[in-house]
Each structure stands twice: as C-alpha cells, then as structure tokens.
C-alpha cells in the first residue's frame, strides 16, 4: 500500500531548494532567472534567491550586471526542512487548507477549504497563533455581520482567505516583504477570490488605519507595538492580534484595555503563544 504522506511529498513542485544569500538588494527578472526560479526574499539589505535546481551560474549571471551585490553563500536543503514541517491538509473548524499538490484535492472537505501555495514564505496554519486566528476569525464571523477586513501582514494570506471563506465580501491583505505579497496573491487566485481579496505591498502602520469591520493582525511583537501606537483601531469593530509571547501579550492588554478596546477572549497554547480578540468600544 502506497504511504499517503510519500504521495503528497511526491507531488510537491518544491522537494529541494537551492538558496542564493546575497550581500544586497538583488533585482531578479524572472525570465531571465529561469524556470527553476522561485523567488527572492529581501531583508536588511540581504537578498535570499530560491531556486528548485542549482543555479549558481544563473545568480553569476544576474549578479554580474548589478555592481555592489555579492553572493555570500549557498544553501541546499529539502523543502520540508525550511518550512520546519511536512505541508499536508488540516482542518480548524468548518475550514480545511490543502496544499495544491495534495492528491485528495478534489475529495470533498469541509465547508470552507482553502488550497495553500506556501512556495518558501512562512506561515501554513498549522503554527498556534494562526490556529487561534482561523478559530476566532469563525467565531466572529459567525456572531456578527462582517463585511469588511484587513490583514496585517499577510503573509501566505491564509488569514485573508479564511476571512472571505467566512463571508468577508472585501478584504485587503498586505505585507512589506514583496515575495510574501506576490506569494498570497497567487493563493488567492488559486482559490477564485480575486474579486473579494485584494492583496498589495504596503508597511503596517501606514496602512491599517484603513476602516475596516475586523482588523487581524498576526505579527512581529515590534510591529504589533507600533500599529498600536497608531490609529489602527478606528474603523474597526474587531481586531484580532496574535503571534505574543507571555510578556509580549500582557503589555498588549495594558495598551489595549488603557484605549477602547474589550478583550472578548485571550487564547494560550502550551502556555507560551498568546492571541487576543478585542472589541472596539463606541
């Protein structure tokens, strides 16, 4: 009998990843790059370019025509080694996410599935801060007419997806890192939620101001301080704030409970990660 989990690994486009690290910002023309090239991520002046075959040739070739940048190393490893797991479907609540690589793709699932592309951008769902997300996104969805919501910080766009899967008609869904944008844009094409799901590059605090029925935001702790800081709860009804540790997650409540936000649940798993669904007071 075939191993069900060896035919989902057989399937992903990504078994090995040959990884480029780039002493600054690379600019990478997918057509020249090639057809093994999946994509470039650029952080702090670095430039981590992704291929699914060796490629050293081809990064000499990009490289050589932007003086300044310089390949500091290269990496291989196996896909599932860089996300930190084997990406297979999952379920929280009525939502089911598949990669689309899963060969029970077309059986029917749950009522709300999500196929999910992560290609090497973090953020598959099954971390606890993005279950807790996926629960509370339902449950808010579920007790109150939401019409619109913004993600903060899309990542994947998992988040955004279960939020129009939930009944969100429009939902914007942003994220400074161009690679994690262009990556939940591709997912929400894949899910035919284009009309619904607008996905763009944009910085935190300069965008979540935007009005919006529900806010979630699963982010970086600094990140989280300064959206904060900002005017990011008026609009709103509903946010949803995630991705906290312990000391992290009691300074949120203090911020949030000194301006004019309730807390209308506070999850923990395993004692460590923490997620807050505030409601905004009028």
């Not at 990884?19 to 600019?27: F, K, L, P, Q, S």
């Not at 999946?38 to 081809?58: H, Q």
């Not at 080694?81 to 929280?92: A, I, N, P, Q, Y």
């Not at 914007?172 to 944008?181: G, Q, V």
């Amino acid at each position: 009998m075939n191993d069900p989990k060896a035919a989902v690994l057989e399937g992903s486009p990504y078994r090995d990843l040959h990884i480029y690290y780039i002493e600054g910002r690379a600019d990478v023309d997918p057509g020249v790059a090639g057809a093994a090239y999946i994509g470039n991520w650029v952080e702090d002046g670095y430039s981590f370019l992704f291929f699914s075959r060796p490629a050293k040739e081809t990064v000499e070739r990009i490289l050589a025509a932007q003086p300044g940048r310089v390949l500091v190393d290269e990496y291989r490893m196996r896909y599932e080694d860089w996300l930190g797991e084997t990406f297979k479907r999952f379920s929280v609540g009525d939502v089911t996410v598949v990669p689309p690589w899963d060969p029970s793709l077309d059986d029917e699932g749950a009522t709300a599935r999500i196929v999910l592309d992560p290609g090497v951008v973090f953020g598959t769902g099954t971390h606890p801060t993005t279950r807790d997300c996926l629960e509370l996104i339902q449950q808010v969805c579920g007790e109150d007419t939401i019409q619109t919501a913004v993600d903060v910080g899309t990542g994947t766009g998992l988040l955004a997806l279960a939020a129009a899967r939930a009944g969100c008609r429009r939902v914007l869904a942003f994220d400074l890192n161009f690679l994690a944008a262009r990556t939940a844009g591709r997912n929400v094409a894949l899910n035919g939620l284009s009309k619904d799901v607008l996905v763009f590059q944009g910085r935190a605090e300069e965008m979540a101001c935007i009005p919006a029925d529900l806010m979630i935001a699963n982010i970086h702790f600094e990140v989280m301080m300064r959206l904060l800081a900002s005017d990011a709860a008026l609009g709103k009804r509903w946010l949803i704030l995630s991705g906290l540790l312990r000391s992290q997650a009691a300074e949120v409540r203090r911020r949030l409970l000194a301006g004019s936000v309730e807390i209308a649940a506070h999850r923990q798993r395993d004692g460590i990660w923490h997620t807050f669904l505030g409601r905004v007071r009028r």
